[in-house]
């Protein structure tokens, strides 16, 4: 665990280089699991007995494909290894359709329960299976349930080791599963002495009375009203000139999925609003652009050449593995 802080996190919005982008483009991302793997359902479905439950991950990965299609919106799916493991042909249909792949682990654990070579090891083997499947590069990591807090930050040089260009984990939020408050909630860039660096993008916030409040993503879309989530891209386009980084699962569109025996609290989270998750997306797909993180990347890179300075400021400089454990 790591013993010395990370310099201090800014939770203020900090101009990027592609800030000006007009018209300004958001980013939509899919976490392609099954409605059986989530971390809600942890204690109830063991991991061992995933291969005993009906797998409906196939169906609605199509589905959220078409309904992108219907729109022409491009995107960045994060799959769960064990999915890119029995569902090869999947991965290469999602890539075959212009989408960007990207890793979500193996096992769909909390980085906070692994130790580091676990951690390694679980996300070496995601990232072989992806990339086998498609025979393309992966470069983009999103822990399971935003699980890489100020406990685990060793994880992101881990990352930044196995090949990782950039990074979507940390939510700036409190909550009781994961988050790191007080995190910046705009893209900034991790860096070591040693000359890695690793690019992350949060998921989105909006900030009231001195609180990062969650917005555009996975239940925060689902059960919140359309109204709150347009207010979120409203303030993004116009005040902070930033993405709006849009999540969901599969699963989210799917109302008929069997239910799963757990508590109150973690079916409330997994299946409110699932009937209405689907128009939601359309609306959102119908009144916004998005793009691939891949192409955010490559647009900040251009712009750095173009504009003669990194792309990549602000800079949260993080000490080593090694030098933690020194």
């Known amino acids: 665990m790591m013993t010395k802080p990370a310099k201090k996190f800014n939770a203020n919005p900090v101009a990027t280089a592609d800030q000006h982008a007009d018209p300004l483009t958001h980013v939509l991302t899919v976490d392609v699991e099954d409605y059986f793997q989530v971390e809600a359902f942890a204690e109830t479905v063991k991991r061992e007995s995933w291969d005993r439950y009906p797998s409906r991950v196939d169906a609605n990965t199509r589905r959220v494909l078409d309904l992108f299609d219907e729109y022409g919106a491009k995107g960045t799916f994060f799959f769960v290894g064990w999915v890119a493991d029995k569902l090869p042909e999947l991965v290469r249909e999602v890539h075959a359709r212009g989408h960007e792949l990207a890793c979500h682990s193996y096992w769909h654990r909390t980085i906070y329960s692994l130790s580091p070579e676990e951690f390694r090891e679980d996300t070496r083997r995601a990232k072989q299976t992806i990339e086998s499947a498609a025979g393309v590069a992966v470069t983009g990591y999103r822990a399971p ?18 090949g990782f260009t950039y990074d979507s984990s940390i939510y700036p939020i409190h909550h009781d599963l994961y988050g790191v408050p007080g995190a910046q909630r705009f893209p900034y860039t991790f860096a070591w002495a040693n000359g890695m660096k690793l690019r992350e993008y949060p998921p989105a916030t909006l900030r009231f009375m001195r609180t990062n409040l969650p917005v555009a993503g996975g239940g925060y879309l689902r059960i919140f009203p ?18 709006v980084v849009v999540y969901l699962h599969p699963w989210e569109i799917d109302p008929d999925q069997p239910r799963i025996a757990a508590k109150l609290k973690s079916r409330f989270r997994h299946y409110t609003q699932l009937k209405n998750m689907s128009n939601k997306i359309g609306r959102l797909l119908q009144r916004h652009k998005f793009e691939r993180f891949c192409d955010v990347l490559a647009g900040e890179e251009a712009a750095a050449v173009l504009n003669g300075r990194a792309a990549e400021q602000p800079l949260t400089l993080l000490p080593s593995m090694q030098e933690v454990n020194a």
Request: with cysteine.
């Open 226 to 243: 359309a109204a709150y989530n347009e207010m979120a891209f409203r303030i993004f386009e116009k005040d902070y000139a930033q993405r």
């Open 145 to 162: 349930s935003w699980s890489i807090t100020k406990d685990c930050m060793w994880a992101l040089e881990i990352l930044a080791e196995e």
